[in-house]
């Protein structure tokens, strides 16, 4: 009993353990808080301006910058004309650097004429406009022709003309853009002609005349054309100022009546097999575009160039000696191109860099062509297997045998790459 009660008396007289406060850790700043501004607006150029948006839960400082920012990538998957609209209005920046607008849905005029009146509103520099709907029936409001602050201009329509109905003025535009569009001479003439300081005009898949007079456009010194399908134009360019000139043709005739201050050239043409059989075509078209090139010094070559050289070379069909110093080569090592391009490095005497870049075998016609040219290449170019079998299986070993011919082909190269 005594002893039952000192121990509750020393259990009592035992001090009770002190409760010591937690520290309470304040959170640390996310990186993405601590970043600048301009590297924050600068990630948001290259995403989605919807993106942008769902974003803005990863930071407090974050959540609003999204509306200042330069940059604005408008698309409407998934959201509606409605929500562009809520999102237009909360941007407050002043000014836009690029306003990029790409529409996969049927949207009222109204709608679309208040989203580029929005970026214009702000002059924006680089404006892009795609209609990736085919039904679209949208056209360009005359606002739209009238502006001092645009650089930039790239539009995408569906088939669909492009037709100014006034007077253009894109006084500051350098480089222009359009994509299958349809577009008449007088429609070209306004455009140009409201483009006193345009450098760069590139046209893809677009329903042009067959005669595209780029004359007077003084300052034009690049030139893209993309015409893959035989309803696309045009067949005959005319641009004496231009340096650069990029083609990629189909099949239909093509002629080059005036660029003589090219010194940059990158051809690529599509042909089918049928036409490889006929004489005169398609390798008099080729060599009639190479013998426009006698002041270029940077060539780039498709794979089907080379194979309608080694036609040509077949059947004896010359052109002329170009001044060609760096030649980029796309292709693939197979029998069919070694003809071509023997007959090409001939014809460079002043070639100093060689770049070739290696393609798929499905982006070459060999298989067909061989039934044509076995012997022939048999004997002129024997470290060229003659089965395409062999070709497409054993691709990779014919790289000694193709740097071999190169060098016998060619005697003042300095660089191969």
Same mark, same amino acid.
């Given at each position: 009993?005594?002893?039952?009660?000192?121990?509750?008396?020393?259990?009592?007289?035992?001090?009770?353990?002190?409760?010591?406060?937690?520290?309470?850790?304040?959170?640390?700043?996310?990186?993405?808080?601590?970043?600048?501004?301009?590297?924050?607006?600068?990630?948001?150029?290259?995403?989605?301006?919807?993106?942008?948006?769902?974003?803005?839960?990863?930071?407090?400082?974050?959540?609003?910058?999204?509306?200042?920012?330069?940059?604005?990538?408008?698309?409407?998957?998934?959201?509606?004309?409605?929500?562009?609209?809520?999102?237009?209005?909360?941007?407050?920046?002043?000014?836009?650097?690029?306003?990029?607008?790409?529409?996969?849905?049927?949207?009222?005029?109204?709608?679309?004429?208040?989203?580029?009146?929005?970026?214009?509103?702000?002059?924006?520099?680089?404006?892009?406009?795609?209609?990736?709907?085919?039904?679209?029936?949208?056209?360009?409001? @005359?606002?739209? #022709?009238?502006?001092?602050?645009?650089?930039? +201009?790239?539009? !995408?329509?569906?088939?669909? /003309?492009? $037709?100014?109905?006034?007077?253009?003025?894109?006084?500051?535009?350098?480089?222009?853009?359009?994509?299958?569009?349809?577009?008449?001479?007088?429609?070209?003439?306004?455009?140009?002609?409201?483009?006193?300081?345009?450098?760069?005009?590139?046209?893809?898949?677009?329903?042009?005349?067959?005669?595209?007079?780029?004359?007077?456009?003084?300052?034009?010194?690049?030139?893209?054309?993309?015409?893959?399908?035989?309803?696309?134009?045009?067949?005959?360019?005319?641009?004496?100022?231009?340096?650069?000139?990029?083609?990629?043709?189909?099949?239909?005739?093509?002629?080059?009546?005036?660029?003589?201050?090219?010194?940059?050239?990158?051809?690529?043409?599509?042909?089918?097999?049928?036409?490889?059989? @006929?004489?005169? #075509?398609?390798?008099?078209?080729?060599?009639? +575009?190479?013998? !426009?090139?006698?002041?270029? /010094?940077? $060539?780039?070559?498709?794979?089907?160039?080379?194979?309608?050289?080694?036609?040509?070379?077949?059947?004896?069909?010359?052109?002329?000696?170009?001044?060609?110093?760096?030649?980029?080569?796309?292709?693939?090592?197979?029998?069919?191109?070694?003809?071509?391009?023997?007959?090409?490095?001939?014809?460079?005497?002043?070639?100093?860099?060689?770049?070739?870049?290696?393609?798929?075998?499905?982006?070459?016609?060999?298989?067909?062509?061989?039934?044509?040219?076995?012997?022939?290449?048999?004997?002129?170019?024997?470290?060229?297997?003659?089965?395409?079998?062999?070709?497409?299986?054993?691709?990779?070993?014919?790289?000694?045998?193709?740097?071999?011919?190169?060098?016998?082909?060619?005697?003042?190269?300095?660089?191969?790459?």
């Amino acid at each position: 009993m005594a002893d039952g009660q000192g121990r509750r008396r020393h259990r009592q007289r035992r001090k009770k353990p002190i409760r010591r406060c937690r520290k309470i850790r304040q959170p640390r700043e996310d990186i993405i808080s601590s970043m600048p501004d301009d590297i924050l607006h600068q990630i948001f150029s290259f995403i989605p301006t919807i993106w942008a948006i769902r974003t803005s839960v990863l930071s407090k400082r974050w959540s609003h910058l999204w509306r200042q920012t330069t940059s604005l990538y408008i698309e409407d998957l998934p959201p509606t004309a409605l929500e562009i609209n809520q999102t237009l209005t909360y941007f407050t920046a002043p000014k836009i650097m690029s306003f990029h607008l790409r529409l996969s849905r049927n949207h009222t005029a109204l709608d679309i004429d208040s989203w580029i009146k929005f970026a214009m509103s702000r002059n924006v520099q680089n404006l892009s406009v795609a209609f990736d709907h085919q039904e679209t029936r949208y056209i360009f409001p @005359k606002f739209f #022709y009238l502006s001092a602050s645009i650089k930039q +201009l790239s539009v !995408k329509l569906i088939d669909k /003309e492009m $037709l100014p109905t006034c007077t253009v003025s894109w006084k500051h535009l350098t480089n222009l853009s359009l994509r299958t569009c349809k577009l008449r001479v007088n429609s070209i003439e306004k455009i140009l002609s409201g483009c006193p300081n345009l450098e760069s005009l590139a046209l893809y898949q677009c329903h042009l005349p067959r005669r595209l007079d780029l004359s007077k456009s003084l300052s034009l010194k690049r030139l893209e054309i993309d015409r893959s399908y035989w309803n696309t134009g045009p067949s005959e360019i005319v641009a004496p100022q231009i340096h650069y000139l990029k083609l990629k043709i189909f099949e239909k005739p093509f002629t080059l009546v005036d660029v003589s201050s090219l010194t940059e050239a990158d051809l690529n043409i599509r042909v089918k097999m049928k036409y490889y059989e @006929k004489a005169d #075509y398609p390798h008099s078209m080729v060599t009639g +575009l190479l013998a !426009k090139f006698p002041n270029v /010094e940077r $060539l780039v070559v498709g794979v089907t160039v080379l194979q309608v050289l080694s036609l040509a070379e077949l059947c004896g069909v010359p052109f002329g000696v170009l001044k060609v110093q760096t030649l980029i080569v796309k292709t693939k090592f197979v029998r069919s191109v070694a003809p071509g391009i023997a007959r090409l490095l001939q014809n460079l005497p002043q070639l100093k860099k060689l770049i070739v870049h290696t393609m798929d075998k499905d982006n070459t016609m060999d298989q067909h062509l061989a039934s044509y040219f076995d012997e022939y290449w048999s004997s002129m170019y024997g470290c060229f297997p003659i089965s395409y079998y062999i070709v497409s299986i054993l691709d990779w070993q014919l790289l000694p045998s193709f740097m071999e011919f190169i060098l016998r082909n060619e005697k003042s190269l300095e660089t191969m790459v």
